[in-house]
């Protein structure tokens, strides 16, 4: 968070140059997410002692990816029908 906030602050707001730090740290915490699921939570060690294997946890994790994304989209989606009623409802 520090990093972020020490880079951004020395770029000019809505440049280029601020579009590529933000997607480079964006990159930066999504492979770092990758890497925690995979190698700290999907640990066999860790899947054998319930009883599961690593195909069944990554199958269990994508679906839970899948699910959150599908409930994020439904929730953005009803939100922006929502605002759009109240525009035309505005406008009348």
């Known amino acids: ?3 972020g906030i020490i880079l951004t602050l020395h770029v000019d707001t809505e440049s280029a140059s601020q579009t590529l730090v ?3 740290l ?3 915490a999504g492979g770092t997410i990758l890497y925690v699921t ?3 939570v999907l640990e066999r060690e860790k899947l054998e002692r319930i009883g599961m294997t690593g195909l069944l946890g990554c199958l269990l994790i994508v679906l839970g990816f899948g699910l959150m994304a599908g409930l994020e989209a439904a929730g953005t989606l009803s939100n922006l029908t929502f605002k759009k009623k ?7």
Do not use: R, V
Request: aromatic residues 10%; without cysteine; charged residues 20%.
């Open 1 to 3: 968070m520090i990093i």
């Open 22 to 24: 933000i997607g480079i």
């Open 26 to 28: 964006q990159g930066i």
């Open 38 to 40: 995979f190698y700290e």
């Open 86 to 92: 109240k525009l035309l409802t505005i406008k009348k």
